[in-house]
């Protein structure tokens, strides 16, 4: 059974860093492309970050937190992270990682793409 776990939401002042975890069960992450998406308050889920499968290893970002976020993964520990840095109240969301069911290469920043989802995580941005 394909699980994915999130981790690592809660409050930070701008300016700061959280960084986010998705532990991902019922499958191995070699093969998987993975994304991270958020959904703030009234909007549209949206694409943040994505990283293709080991194959290939590319990753992308919207262009909204380019330079500020990392999206990295340790198939070892079957865990993919997002590392969020200079944080903005703009960022404010619940957080969710995203795989899909089949290989599938480059990654995707769009949800429709995505099978299977974690339950999220909230990032509150404020002071």
């Known amino acids: 059974q394909v699980q994915l776990v999130e981790s690592g939401g809660g409050l930070v002042q701008p300016g700061g860093s959280l960084r986010l975890s998705c532990a991902a069960s019922?499958?191995?992450?070699?093969?998987?492309?993975f994304g991270w998406f958020r959904q703030a308050p009234g909007k549209e889920r949206e694409g943040v970050s994505c990283?293709?499968?080991?194959?290939?290893?590319?990753?992308y970002y919207a262009d909204s937190v380019k330079g500020r976020f990392t999206i990295s993964r340790d198939n070892a520990k079957n865990t993919v992270y997002l590392q969020m840095n200079s944080l903005k109240p703009e960022d404010t969301a619940v957080y969710y990682c995203?795989?899909?069911?089949?290989?599938?290469?480059?990654?995707?920043?769009?949800?429709?793409?995505?099978?299977?989802w974690g339950k999220g995580t909230l990032v509150t941005v404020s002071s």
């Open positions: 995203a795989t899909v069911d089949y290989y599938s290469d480059p990654c995707s920043l769009r949800t429709q793409d995505m099978d299977y």
């Open positions: 019922g499958f191995t992450l070699d093969y998987k492309p």
């Open positions: 990283i293709s499968s080991s194959i290939i290893g590319s990753t």
